[in-house]
Protein backbone atom coordinates (compact mmCIF):
# COMPACT_ATOMS: atom_id res chain seq x y z
CA UNK A 1 0.00 0.00 0.00
CA UNK A 2 0.60 3.80 -0.16
CA UNK A 3 2.99 5.48 -2.65
CA UNK A 4 5.99 5.10 -3.71
CA UNK A 5 7.14 8.17 -1.16
CA UNK A 6 5.27 5.07 1.60
CA UNK A 7 2.92 7.87 1.70
CA UNK A 8 -0.49 7.59 3.66
CA UNK A 9 -3.35 7.99 0.54
CA UNK A 10 -7.14 8.81 1.19
CA UNK A 11 -9.36 9.05 -1.29
CA UNK A 12 -12.32 10.93 -0.91
CA UNK A 13 -15.51 10.83 -3.59
CA UNK A 14 -15.77 6.88 -3.99
CA UNK A 15 -18.70 5.26 -5.27
CA UNK A 16 -21.23 2.79 -4.85
CA UNK A 17 -24.94 1.73 -5.69
CA UNK A 18 -27.09 0.60 -3.74
CA UNK A 19 -29.50 -1.94 -5.91
CA UNK A 20 -33.03 -1.14 -4.02
CA UNK A 21 -32.52 2.70 -4.83
CA UNK A 22 -31.12 1.43 -8.64
CA UNK A 23 -34.18 -0.46 -9.09
CA UNK A 24 -36.28 2.23 -7.48
CA UNK A 25 -35.61 4.71 -9.43
CA UNK A 26 -35.59 2.27 -12.43
CA UNK A 27 -32.54 1.15 -13.16
CA UNK A 28 -28.80 2.00 -14.58
CA UNK A 29 -27.53 -0.83 -15.63
CA UNK A 30 -28.63 -0.50 -19.19
CA UNK A 31 -26.17 2.34 -19.42
CA UNK A 32 -23.14 0.97 -17.91
CA UNK A 33 -21.10 -1.61 -18.75
CA UNK A 34 -20.94 -5.46 -16.55
CA UNK A 35 -17.13 -4.27 -15.38
CA UNK A 36 -18.77 -1.07 -14.23
CA UNK A 37 -21.96 -2.97 -12.39
CA UNK A 38 -19.66 -5.70 -10.45
CA UNK A 39 -17.99 -2.79 -9.18
CA UNK A 40 -20.43 -0.28 -8.55
CA UNK A 41 -22.24 -3.05 -6.30
CA UNK A 42 -18.61 -4.26 -4.76
CA UNK A 43 -18.70 -2.87 -1.46
CA UNK A 44 -15.35 -5.59 -0.44
CA UNK A 45 -13.53 -7.56 -2.37
CA UNK A 46 -12.90 -5.72 -6.15
CA UNK A 47 -13.22 -2.73 -4.41
CA UNK A 48 -9.67 -3.11 -1.71
CA UNK A 49 -8.04 -5.45 -4.21
CA UNK A 50 -7.83 -2.38 -6.55
CA UNK A 51 -7.10 0.01 -3.98
CA UNK A 52 -4.29 -2.12 -2.97
CA UNK A 53 -3.23 -2.35 -6.58
CA UNK A 54 -3.18 1.32 -6.81
CA UNK A 55 -1.56 2.00 -3.32
CA UNK A 56 -4.76 3.68 -1.81
CA UNK A 57 -5.00 3.19 1.89
CA UNK A 58 -8.73 4.68 2.51
CA UNK A 59 -11.88 5.24 0.52
CA UNK A 60 -14.45 7.84 1.46
CA UNK A 61 -17.50 6.02 0.04
CA UNK A 62 -20.67 7.48 -1.27
CA UNK A 63 -23.32 6.60 -3.34
CA UNK A 64 -22.79 7.87 -7.06
CA UNK A 65 -25.46 9.65 -9.13
CA UNK A 66 -28.28 9.34 -8.82
CA UNK A 67 -28.76 9.08 -5.39
CA UNK A 68 -31.47 10.51 -2.54
CA UNK A 69 -32.07 13.47 -4.70
CA UNK A 70 -33.98 11.71 -7.13
CA UNK A 71 -36.29 9.99 -4.54
CA UNK A 72 -39.65 11.09 -3.54
CA UNK A 73 -40.42 13.25 0.38
CA UNK A 74 -43.10 10.59 0.66
CA UNK A 75 -40.95 7.38 0.61
CA UNK A 76 -37.29 8.76 0.51
CA UNK A 77 -36.79 8.99 4.46
CA UNK A 78 -37.68 5.00 4.55
CA UNK A 79 -35.67 3.95 1.86
CA UNK A 80 -32.39 6.10 2.42
CA UNK A 81 -32.17 5.34 5.89
CA UNK A 82 -32.45 1.90 4.77
CA UNK A 83 -29.63 2.38 2.20
CA UNK A 84 -27.60 4.08 4.72
CA UNK A 85 -27.96 0.64 7.39
CA UNK A 86 -26.75 -1.16 4.26
CA UNK A 87 -23.71 0.53 3.55
CA UNK A 88 -22.81 0.82 7.23
CA UNK A 89 -23.10 -3.04 7.67
CA UNK A 90 -21.12 -3.73 4.14
CA UNK A 91 -18.20 -1.76 5.51
CA UNK A 92 -18.34 -2.50 9.18
CA UNK A 93 -15.23 -4.98 8.44
CA UNK A 94 -12.70 -3.00 7.40
CA UNK A 95 -12.62 0.07 9.40
CA UNK A 96 -9.59 0.81 8.51
CA UNK A 97 -10.02 1.34 5.14
CA UNK A 98 -13.48 1.83 4.38
CA UNK A 99 -15.55 5.44 5.95
CA UNK A 100 -18.57 6.59 4.11
CA UNK A 101 -20.65 9.77 3.76
CA UNK A 102 -24.80 8.89 3.83
CA UNK A 103 -27.28 9.55 1.23
CA UNK A 104 -30.08 12.21 2.33
CA UNK A 105 -33.58 11.99 1.69
CA UNK A 106 -33.66 15.89 0.25
CA UNK A 107 -37.16 16.04 -0.77
CA UNK A 108 -37.72 16.35 2.61
CA UNK A 109 -35.69 18.13 4.68
CA UNK A 110 -36.19 17.60 8.32
CA UNK A 111 -36.08 14.33 7.67
CA UNK A 112 -33.13 14.85 5.98
CA UNK A 113 -31.27 16.36 9.13
CA UNK A 114 -32.51 13.97 11.44
CA UNK A 115 -31.17 11.00 9.06
CA UNK A 116 -27.87 12.91 8.58
CA UNK A 117 -27.80 13.09 12.49
CA UNK A 118 -28.30 9.17 12.65
CA UNK A 119 -25.87 8.51 10.02
CA UNK A 120 -23.11 10.24 11.97
CA UNK A 121 -23.95 9.86 15.39
CA UNK A 122 -25.07 6.15 14.97
CA UNK A 123 -23.44 4.33 11.86
CA UNK A 124 -20.37 6.68 12.53
CA UNK A 125 -20.18 8.25 9.19
CA UNK A 126 -18.47 11.10 8.00
CA UNK A 127 -20.79 13.73 6.74
CA UNK A 128 -23.03 13.24 3.67
CA UNK A 129 -23.44 13.59 0.00
CA UNK A 130 -26.09 15.63 -2.17
CA UNK A 131 -26.22 15.05 -5.34
CA UNK A 132 -27.07 17.64 -7.90
CA UNK A 133 -30.71 19.47 -7.74
CA UNK A 134 -34.15 18.04 -6.21
CA UNK A 135 -37.20 18.27 -7.79
CA UNK A 136 -35.39 20.72 -9.98
CA UNK A 137 -34.33 23.41 -6.53
CA UNK A 138 -31.34 24.26 -5.70
CA UNK A 139 -29.86 23.82 -2.02
CA UNK A 140 -29.43 26.87 -0.90
CA UNK A 141 -33.38 27.82 -1.56
CA UNK A 142 -34.40 27.95 2.44
CA UNK A 143 -36.13 25.02 2.47
CA UNK A 144 -33.36 23.01 2.83
CA UNK A 145 -31.41 25.32 5.22
CA UNK A 146 -32.59 22.66 8.26
CA UNK A 147 -29.87 20.40 6.98
CA UNK A 148 -27.11 22.61 6.79
CA UNK A 149 -27.98 23.78 10.24
CA UNK A 150 -27.37 19.77 11.19
CA UNK A 151 -24.50 19.71 9.47
CA UNK A 152 -22.73 22.81 11.41
CA UNK A 153 -24.38 21.54 14.86
CA UNK A 154 -22.83 17.98 13.89
CA UNK A 155 -19.75 19.36 12.84
CA UNK A 156 -19.74 17.56 9.56
CA UNK A 157 -19.21 18.38 5.85
CA UNK A 158 -21.72 18.12 3.01
CA UNK A 159 -20.28 17.17 -0.40
CA UNK A 160 -22.35 18.84 -2.80
CA UNK A 161 -21.75 16.39 -5.76
CA UNK A 162 -23.43 16.33 -9.54
CA UNK A 163 -26.06 14.25 -11.09
CA UNK A 164 -27.45 14.52 -14.36
CA UNK A 165 -29.01 18.29 -14.74
CA UNK A 166 -32.31 19.47 -15.10
CA UNK A 167 -34.47 18.49 -18.04
CA UNK A 168 -34.85 22.54 -18.82
CA UNK A 169 -30.47 22.94 -18.71
CA UNK A 170 -30.52 19.86 -21.23
CA UNK A 171 -33.13 21.17 -23.62
CA UNK A 172 -31.99 24.61 -23.68
CA UNK A 173 -27.95 23.95 -23.33
CA UNK A 174 -26.95 20.54 -24.39
CA UNK A 175 -29.89 18.89 -26.59
CA UNK A 176 -28.78 19.21 -30.13
CA UNK A 177 -25.25 17.69 -29.27
CA UNK A 178 -26.54 14.87 -26.93
CA UNK A 179 -26.50 12.20 -29.48
CA UNK A 180 -23.24 12.33 -30.81
CA UNK A 181 -21.43 13.72 -27.72
CA UNK A 182 -23.26 12.35 -24.34
CA UNK A 183 -20.63 13.59 -22.31
CA UNK A 184 -21.66 16.57 -22.82
CA UNK A 185 -24.33 17.23 -20.32
CA UNK A 186 -22.46 15.22 -17.87
CA UNK A 187 -18.19 14.99 -17.30
CA UNK A 188 -17.19 17.00 -19.64
CA UNK A 189 -19.65 20.08 -19.06
CA UNK A 190 -22.69 19.93 -17.38
CA UNK A 191 -22.26 18.41 -14.08
CA UNK A 192 -19.32 21.93 -13.64
CA UNK A 193 -22.00 23.92 -14.60
CA UNK A 194 -24.86 22.79 -12.20
CA UNK A 195 -22.24 22.66 -9.17
CA UNK A 196 -20.19 25.66 -9.56
CA UNK A 197 -23.42 27.01 -9.97
CA UNK A 198 -24.93 25.60 -6.51
CA UNK A 199 -21.95 26.36 -5.10
CA UNK A 200 -22.12 30.00 -6.24
CA UNK A 201 -25.48 29.94 -5.25
CA UNK A 202 -24.86 29.04 -1.95
CA UNK A 203 -22.54 32.03 -0.65
CA UNK A 204 -25.01 34.21 -2.13
CA UNK A 205 -27.72 32.79 -0.41
CA UNK A 206 -26.30 33.80 3.10
CA UNK A 207 -26.65 30.30 4.38
CA UNK A 208 -22.71 31.26 5.96
CA UNK A 209 -23.65 34.32 7.71
CA UNK A 210 -26.16 32.04 9.21
CA UNK A 211 -23.97 29.24 9.43
CA UNK A 212 -20.46 30.41 10.39
CA UNK A 213 -19.08 26.89 10.88
CA UNK A 214 -20.51 24.78 7.93
CA UNK A 215 -17.85 23.02 5.85
CA UNK A 216 -18.45 22.22 2.16
CA UNK A 217 -16.42 20.24 -0.39
CA UNK A 218 -16.77 19.96 -4.04
CA UNK A 219 -15.59 17.54 -6.31
CA UNK A 220 -13.69 17.89 -9.41
CA UNK A 221 -11.06 19.97 -8.41
CA UNK A 222 -13.34 22.81 -7.17
CA UNK A 223 -15.60 22.43 -10.24
CA UNK A 224 -13.69 25.46 -12.06
CA UNK A 225 -14.25 27.78 -9.39
CA UNK A 226 -10.68 28.22 -8.29
CA UNK A 227 -9.90 29.29 -11.54
CA UNK A 228 -12.60 31.81 -11.89
CA UNK A 229 -12.34 33.22 -8.50
CA UNK A 230 -10.83 36.39 -8.90
CA UNK A 231 -13.29 37.46 -11.66
CA UNK A 232 -16.44 36.07 -9.53
CA UNK A 233 -15.04 38.33 -6.61
CA UNK A 234 -14.27 41.15 -8.30
CA UNK A 235 -17.46 41.19 -10.49
CA UNK A 236 -19.91 40.56 -7.22
CA UNK A 237 -17.81 43.70 -5.96
CA UNK A 238 -18.81 46.18 -8.24
CA UNK A 239 -20.90 48.85 -7.53
CA UNK A 240 -25.31 48.35 -7.34
CA UNK A 241 -24.45 44.93 -5.59
CA UNK A 242 -25.37 44.00 -1.95
CA UNK A 243 -22.29 43.29 -0.14
CA UNK A 244 -20.72 39.84 -0.05
CA UNK A 245 -17.27 39.26 0.14
CA UNK A 246 -17.27 36.36 -2.38
CA UNK A 247 -13.45 35.27 -1.92
CA UNK A 248 -13.49 35.19 1.81
CA UNK A 249 -16.33 33.05 2.29
CA UNK A 250 -15.81 30.63 -0.61
CA UNK A 251 -12.12 30.11 0.58
CA UNK A 252 -13.40 29.69 4.48
CA UNK A 253 -15.98 27.47 4.21
CA UNK A 254 -15.47 25.97 0.87
CA UNK A 255 -13.18 22.18 0.63
CA UNK A 256 -12.11 20.73 -2.98
CA UNK A 257 -11.23 17.19 -4.51
CA UNK A 258 -9.11 15.91 -7.46
CA UNK A 259 -11.97 13.47 -8.06
CA UNK A 260 -11.94 12.66 -12.01
CA UNK A 261 -9.71 16.13 -12.88
CA UNK A 262 -5.70 15.08 -12.86
CA UNK A 263 -4.49 18.10 -14.12
CA UNK A 264 -1.20 19.92 -12.72
CA UNK A 265 -1.94 23.03 -14.10
CA UNK A 266 -5.23 22.94 -12.46
CA UNK A 267 -4.11 21.71 -8.98
CA UNK A 268 -1.59 24.43 -9.28
CA UNK A 269 -4.36 27.15 -9.74
CA UNK A 270 -5.92 25.30 -6.56
CA UNK A 271 -3.51 25.90 -4.49
CA UNK A 272 -2.51 29.33 -5.49
CA UNK A 273 -6.34 30.13 -4.69
CA UNK A 274 -7.63 28.24 -1.70
CA UNK A 275 -4.53 27.00 -0.09
CA UNK A 276 -2.84 23.29 0.10
CA UNK A 277 -5.00 23.33 3.50
CA UNK A 278 -7.98 22.90 1.49
CA UNK A 279 -7.39 20.16 -1.17
CA UNK A 280 -8.21 16.60 -0.85
CA UNK A 281 -7.12 13.94 -3.13
CA UNK A 282 -10.03 11.88 -4.78
CA UNK A 283 -10.56 9.97 -7.47
CA UNK A 284 -14.11 8.96 -8.64
CA UNK A 285 -13.78 5.40 -8.71
CA UNK A 286 -15.17 3.19 -10.03
CA UNK A 287 -16.33 6.07 -13.02
CA UNK A 288 -12.29 6.57 -13.24
CA UNK A 289 -9.97 4.16 -12.07
CA UNK A 290 -7.38 4.40 -9.17
CA UNK A 291 -3.93 3.77 -11.17
CA UNK A 292 -4.56 7.12 -13.55
CA UNK A 293 -4.82 9.14 -10.47
CA UNK A 294 -2.03 7.57 -8.49
CA UNK A 295 0.24 8.17 -11.16
CA UNK A 296 -0.43 11.76 -11.80
CA UNK A 297 -0.07 12.75 -8.03
CA UNK A 298 3.40 11.11 -8.10
CA UNK A 299 4.39 13.17 -10.63
CA UNK A 300 3.09 16.21 -9.05
CA UNK A 301 6.45 18.46 -8.02
CA UNK A 302 4.86 20.19 -5.05
CA UNK A 303 6.63 19.86 -1.13
CA UNK A 304 6.48 17.16 0.59
CA UNK A 305 4.34 19.31 3.19
CA UNK A 306 1.59 19.52 0.82
CA UNK A 307 1.67 16.35 -0.75
CA UNK A 308 1.47 15.04 2.74
CA UNK A 309 -1.93 17.75 3.33
CA UNK A 310 -3.52 16.84 0.20
CA UNK A 311 -2.94 12.67 0.42
CA UNK A 312 -4.48 12.54 4.09
CA UNK A 313 -3.86 14.83 6.15
CA UNK A 314 -6.74 17.44 5.28
CA UNK A 315 -9.45 14.82 5.07
CA UNK A 316 -7.97 13.08 8.62
CA UNK A 317 -8.50 17.25 10.32
CA UNK A 318 -12.01 18.19 8.11
CA UNK A 319 -13.31 14.19 8.44
CA UNK A 320 -12.04 13.64 11.96
CA UNK A 321 -10.63 10.02 11.22
MN1 LIG B 1 -18.23 11.31 -8.41
Request: charged letters at 20%.
Given at each position: MATSKNEFVIALEEHYWDKELISHLGGGEATRSPKMMERLYDLGDIRIREMDEAGIDMQLISHGAPSGQKIEADIGPKLISGMNDRLAEAIKPHPDRLAAFAALPTAAPEAAADELERSVTELGFKGAMICGLTNGKFHDEKQFWPIFARAEKLDVPIYMHPSFPDDRIIDAYYKEYIQDFPMVMRAAWGYTVETATQAIRMVL?????????????????????????????????????????????????????????????????????????????????????????????????????????????????LLKL
Open positions: SGMFDEYPKLKIILGHMGETLPYQLWRIDQALSRPGHSTIKFREVFSEHFWITTSGHFSTPALLTSMMELGSDKIMFAVDWPFVANPPAMEWFETVQISAADRKKILSENALS
